[in-house]
Every structure is written in structure tokens, then in C-alpha cells.
């Protein structure tokens, strides 16, 4: 038996469990088949035996043994002459089992197996967790946190792999410690630089999905089907569902006994305000129970454009708005419509009061669309709200508001 130091080539295939024992005999066959085949033309007469505990290797060779002179094929025959040389015993028509000394064939051609072999090692474990992961995309995976960078997370699984959390894929209140353990979904595989890499995400509506599936029992038995999630990580959820058993009140059980299934949920996602809905078909129902917690009193719906006027009391507004819109944005996405939020006056003494759009002269155009955005489409809409209460709602900075706030209140003390 020969060793020609393969002992690390074949500590990597212990180390990569999951690649089974045939497949590692098979690769280290061709690698070395391939070596014979330069070597004699030939390897149908050569037999490869490893010994992957120990990393040795020998390699066999056969031949038959014919009468001197009756040598047709060198590499599958021997003369009788040549045989006895070796072991007295032998006769004609018997076989011979020679080992081949690896060393024979030369520092450089071993030196190429090994990196060969190295190589085919690294592309089998690369297919192993290609397909292992590409398989649990989508399920939720516990891994330790392994390095902490600006852009992203490295993150170790529990057969050391490595895995990545993107910055854009962690909520924005996520903070993570080196030695921790956390959860996240997988997102997609890729390959960069023809290696794997694993992609994790938080923010994917997949991951809140997940954990429904994991707190809800009637999730999991396919009682209740999640229709549709939509997400503003960190900030506020939406979720349809809809129960296949009329004795289930879907909400109820997703929500539980005093929120008890929900609450583990909302920690998990950083205290993110998950409203769980009915699902429903009946398109003005969907709207008004997309843009909870606010309560709309009438809905123009436009089916053909896909957009809806929602009106509501003044001081359900800004609950249908959200904070920085994001309620509103969510029953958007949620609905497929666009949606446009209005005070509804009705019953109420009117005022005089002036469109937003006629102090276009005085208030740049982006202003007041971001006035609109929050439900302010008129001047005394706008001066309601005070004015942290506008900073805290849109985006524009404080100077503006009180520059917006002046120009309004000038044009009413005109009036």
C-alpha cells in the first residue's frame, strides 16, 4: 500500500458530511483512472482502492499470464517468463495482481491529481449546499451570528456554513451581537464567483408567513390559507387570511387568547403593528378592512382605473394615513388599488376653504403633493394639525411647515 499524502484531500470529504461515501470512491476513481489513462492509454486493467480513513491509496494492477512469445496486449497480458520473476508458483492462464507504486508516476503528474482532486472535492460540497439551501428556500432557519458588518451579516449555520444577512434584508431596528443566535427565512441562492452564496432575509412578507405557520396550528394543517402579506419592516404588517372550516374565525386564531400567538410574532419583528383581516372578495369590504384601524364612512370605487376615494371622519384620517403613510401604503399593496383618503364634512357646518392646489404661485408643487399624500388637500385642513404634528406625518422639515402654515393663514385673514 502506497500514501502519497492525500490524507488532507480526504479530510475534506470527512469534513463535508454530506457528501456519501459512493460519490466520494467515484471521484477519487476518475481522478486517479485519469492519471492511468495518461500513463498506459489504458485503465480497463487497473483497480483503485482507497482507504479514506487513512487517506492511502493503492492501485492494482491486472494482467494474464500467456505463454513467452504470446504477448498480444501489454497492458492485459504478461509473459510466463516475466510472471515467475515474481512469484515461482504462477502458470499460464492464471492471473497477476501487481501494485502499482504511485511514485512511479512522477512528482508532477502526482501533484496534479492532488489539486484535481482538491478541486472536484470543492465543486461536490459547493453542489451539496447549493441544492441543500436552494431546497429550504423560503423556510426559516436559526443561525449564529458569526461577524457583524456595515452592510451585512455573516451569519454560521449549525454544519458551519456560511450565510448572509443584507443590511436591505434586516429590520431596522434589528441589532446584532457576535455569538447570538437568530432567526431569518431564506431568501435565494446565488452563485458569485462560482461559489454559493446563501441569502437571508427579515423584511420578506415569506418570513412573517413562517412564523404565522409556526404559532398557528390551523396555519400549519392548512385550516386557514395566509392570502396575502404585505410589509413595512419595523413599522406595520397586513395580513389576509381566510379559514376553509366555517367553525374557525381565522383572525381570532391567528390573533389568540389575549393576543397570545401574535405577541411572540410582534417581538420577533421588533414590535412591528401586525393587523391581521378577513380576506375577502367583495372589493369595498377589502378596502375598509385594509386601512384598519380607521373606520371609513363611504367609498367611491372606480373598478376600471383601480382606484377608490375612501372618505372618512376628520378624525379618522390620519389613523387611515398612518405614520409617514404607511398605513395607507400597505392597504394600497394589500388591495391592488390606488387610494385616495377625504374628510368627510357631511352633517357638519362648511367653512369657507381653499384648495391646496390655488397656492401654487407660493407653495412649490412637491409640497403640497406631499401635503395631499397625508390627506391635507385644503388649506384648513392643513392648519388643524399643528405643526409638529405635520413634521411628524410627512417628510417636509420644520422651516417649510411654518412657511406652508403662514402662507395659509395670511389668505384666510385676507378673506
Known amino acids: 500500500m502506497a ?5 488532507e484531500a480526504f479530510h475534506d470529504f470527512k469534513e463535508a458530511e454530506n457528501i456519501d461515501r459512493p460519490t466520494m470512491m467515484k471521484v477519487v476513481e476518475d481522478v486517479f483512472k485519469t492519471l492511468l489513462r495518461k500513463k498506459y492509454g489504458a485503465d480497463d486493467n487497473f483497480d483503485v482502492i482507497v482507504n479514506a480513513e487513512k ?3 493503492e492501485i492494482i494492477r491486472r494482467r494474464l499470464i500467456v505463454e513467452d512469445g504470446a504477448v498480444n496486449d501489454p497492458l492485459a497480458e504478461v509473459a510466463y517468463s516475466e510472471a515467475v520473476k515474481i512469484e515461482p508458483d504462477f502458470e499460464v492462464g492464471e492471473e497477476l495482481y501487481e501494485e502499482v507504486n504511485i511514485l512511479d508516476f512522477g512528482r508532477r503528474a502526482i501533484l496534479a491529481a492532488k489539486q484535481t482532486l482538491a478541486s472536484r472535492i470543492s ?3 459547493k453542489n451539496v449546499l447549493v441544492k441543500k439551501y436552494g431546497d429550504r428556500v423560503g423556510d426559516i432557519i436559526t443561525a449564529e451570528v458569526y ?26 431596528q434589528d441589532y446584532f451581537k457576535k455569538g447570538e443566535n437568530t432567526r431569518a427565512v431564506v431568501k435565494k441562492v446565488e452563485l458569485k464567483n462560482n461559489a454559493p452564496v446563501i441569502i437571508l432575509s427579515r423584511t420578506s412578507p ?3 408567513a413562517k412564523l404565522l405557520e409556526i404559532e398557528v396550528p390551523e396555519i400549519f394543517d ?7 402579506i404585505v410589509r413595512e419592516p419595523g413599522e406595520r404588517a397586513k395580513v389576509a387570511v381566510e379559514s376553509y372550516d366555517d367553525r374557525i374565525d381565522p383572525v381570532g386564531a391567528c390573533v389568540g387568547m389575549k393576543g397570545s ?12 403593528n401586525i393587523d391581521v383581516i378577513n380576506w375577502t372578495s367583495n372589493t369595498q369590504l377589502l378596502i375598509q378592512r385594509s386601512l384598519t384601524p380607521a373606520r371609513i364612512t363611504t367609498i367611491d370605487l372606480d373598478t376600471e382605473n383601480k382606484h377608490a376615494n375612501v372618505y372618512l371622519k376628520p378624525d379618522q384620517v390620519s389613523l387611515a394615513i398612518g405614520k409617514k403613510g404607511v398605513n395607507i401604503k400597505l392597504a394600497q399593496e394589500l388591495t391592488g388599488l390606488s387610494i385616495d383618503v377625504f374628510r368627510d364634512n357631511e352633517g357638519e357646518d362648511h367653512e369657507f376653504d381653499i384648495d391646496l392646489d390655488e397656492f401654487s404661485d407660493e407653495i412649490e408643487t412637491w409640497i403640497i403633493d406631499e401635503l395631499k399624500r397625508v390627506g391635507c388637500d385644503t388649506a384648513r385642513s392643513v392648519l388643524e394639525l399643528t405643526a409638529e404634528e405635520l413634521e411628524r406625518r410627512t417628510d417636509l422639515e420644520k422651516e417649510t411647515i ?14
Request: negative net charge.
Open 402 to 415: 411654518t412657511d406652508v402654515r403662514r402662507i395659509l393663514k395670511e389668505e384666510f385673514e385676507k378673506e
Open 3 to 7: 500514501s502519497i499524502n492525500l490524507i
Open 206 to 208: 415569506l418570513f412573517l
Open 261 to 272: 400567538r401574535i405577541h411572540g410574532i410582534v417581538r420577533e419583528l421588533k414590535n412591528e
Open 222 to 228: 392548512g385550516l386557514i390559507v395566509i392570502k396575502k
Open 123 to 125: 465543486d461536490l460540497k
Open 147 to 172: 461577524q457583524v458588518w456595515k452592510k451585512e451579516i455573516l451569519l454560521i449555520d449549525e454544519e458551519g456554513n456560511e450565510l448572509i444577512l443584507p443590511k436591505s434584508e434586516q429590520i431596522p
Open 55 to 57: 487517506g492511502d491509496l
